[in-house]
């Protein structure tokens, strides 16, 4: 592992030890969930798991507003972003 590769896992390395979760690319190109690794191997590429975003959004007219407890006018509804996770395929026979 070289300087460059180390400045690229440094902020990965120190989420893990706060306990965040981290994900790491597989080979069919989604995130999924890494348990800790005891390597990081260069051909590998990882990220800290986003969290999810809560918003308030007005049906009137679709202003947004994040960052806010309570809702900012009386018809805000309060959003949870969903997040996509481990996609798997699924082998459906008709027979």
Do not use: C, S
């Amino acid at each position: 592992m070289n300087r460059e590769r180390v400045r690229e896992l440094l902020p990965i390395i120190q989420a893990f030890a706060e306990g965040k979760r981290i994900q790491a690319r597989a080979e069919h190109g989604t995130w999924v969930e890494h348990d800790g690794p005891t390597n990081w191997p260069d051909d590998m590429e990882y990220r800290i798991k986003p969290e999810p975003r809560e918003f308030w959004i007005d049906p009137a007219d679709f202003e947004v507003w994040e960052g806010q407890d309570n809702p900012p006018v009386p018809d805000a509804i309060k959003v949870r972003e969903v997040l996509p996770t481990e996609v798997h395929e699924l082998d459906i026979n008709d027979d």
